[in-house]
């Protein structure tokens, strides 16, 4: 089991930029592929980004390409997502997530592929 916590939401204007972390902890973190999550008042949980294991494949949401970044340091445990150009509509709580069944290339683009994820850091974006 990997236990994850999140950091580095807040409140921005729209057209400004945040960077979240997830600090993951237990299981050896370079055997998950890792994904950004978000969820909105009244809306679906979604996968916004992903990347696998081996750092060499990436996935984003319609919504989040060109704007956001994923990357993440295995030696250091650490998941972030660069957010850029953010509009009203990012507003959500943002968890990062872990797939244990995924291989080396696979940046898993689906919510169903996870199976652990953190409590969540709010962003909330003004207009």
């Known amino acids: 089991q990997v236990q994850l916590v999140e950091s580095g939401g807040g409140l921005v204007q729209a057209g400004g930029s945040l960077r979240l972390s997830c600090a993951a902890s237990?299981?050896?973190?370079?055997?998950?592929?890792m994904g950004w999550l978000r969820q909105a008042p009244g809306k679906e949980r979604e996968v916004v980004a992903a990347i696998s294991r081996n750092h060499g494949r990436t996935y984003y949401a319609d919504s989040a390409k060109g704007r956001f970044t994923i990357s993440r340091d295995n030696a250091k445990n650490m998941v972030y997502l660069q957010m850029s150009s953010l509009k009203p509509e990012d507003t959500a709580v943002y968890s990062c997530?872990?797939?244990?069944?995924?291989?080396?290339?696979?940046?898993?683009?689906?919510?169903?592929?996870?199976?652990?994820w953190g409590q969540g850091t709010q962003v909330t974006v003004s207009s």
């Open positions: 997530a872990a797939d244990h069944l995924a291989s080396s290339w696979t940046a898993s683009e689906n919510l169903e592929e996870y199976d652990y």
């Open positions: 237990g299981r050896t973190f370079s055997n998950y592929a």
